[in-house]
């Protein structure tokens, strides 16, 4: 219940930030402080934890978590060719980022006491960089296709590049989580309702509840992705 509580507030906090336009996006969302500061620094946590166990040097353990909280959006602004990236446009992302990775390095132990909320705070903010990264895109008039696949790659990214900085398997892309899966469907969402002709207010708002619901409903009746099934196995259960 409080999840869902808090789902709510965040889409009536961010619907405050959408232009109610009937033609489409007229700008690209601005997060609310409090929701780009919280954004920031439950990426950068998760990364420096995810490092701290791979025993990387302070070094590294730094990196990985500013990777993890503004890769996301370097990699959509890169794809879209859309100038500096935004974390360097708005340095107040990297400080959040900064602080968060000094604090996850510095006190590792104390820090994962609190991964139960950052995975709910994460799982809350899934929506927030699929519609920036969808939005973006329709700003460019790309393709619905291509749209999708910015808003999904905008919301996985730092995941991804954490992963791969620390040599394991992009858990975006691993069977049994629907993370992934729950961006794809939000920007889905997105496209669909804006071809329709929705308005920016509901294209928002139902992405937001889509990706969010989606996941938690997931991590709650443990719905997973399948495992690829090898061509050879599906003949063979063929009678």
């Not at 709910?120 to 296709?145: C, E, H, N, R």
């Amino acid at each position: 219940m409080d999840v869902v509580i808090s789902l709510a507030h965040l889409v009536s906090t961010l619907a405050e930030n959408v232009p109610a336009a009937a033609d489409g996006p007229s700008k690209v969302l601005n997060l609310p402080g409090p929701i780009e500061a919280m954004a920031c620094t439950t990426g950068a946590l998760s990364g420096a934890l995810h490092a701290s166990r791979k025993q990387l040097d302070v070094m590294g353990v730094l990196a990985v978590a500013v990777c993890t909280a503004v890769g996301g959006g370097a990699i959509r602004d890169v794809l879209l060719n859309s100038g500096i990236p935004t974390f360097l446009v708005s340095p107040q992302l990297l400080l959040y980022a900064l602080f968060a990775a000094t604090i996850g390095t510095i006190f590792a132990k104390a820090v994962v006491h609190f991964e139960p909320v950052m995975a709910v705070v994460d799982t809350l903010l899934i929506g927030v960089w699929v519609v920036i990264g969808v939005q973006k895109s329709l700003l460019l008039g790309l393709a619905p296709v291509a749209v999708i696949f910015v808003g999904v790659v905008s919301c996985i990214g730092g995941g991804v590049l954490r992963d791969i900085l620390c040599r394991d398997r992009p858990e975006a892309f691993a069977p049994g989580t629907l993370y992934g899966a729950a961006a794809f469907a939000g920007a889905v969402t997105y496209v669909v309702i804006f071809e329709l002709g929705g308005t920016v207010w509901l294209c928002v708002t139902a992405t937001l509840v889509v990706s969010s619901a989606l996941r938690i409903a997931a991590l709650k009746f443990g719905w997973a992705t399948p495992a690829p099934i090898p061509l050879r196995r599906a003949s063979a259960k063929r009678p």
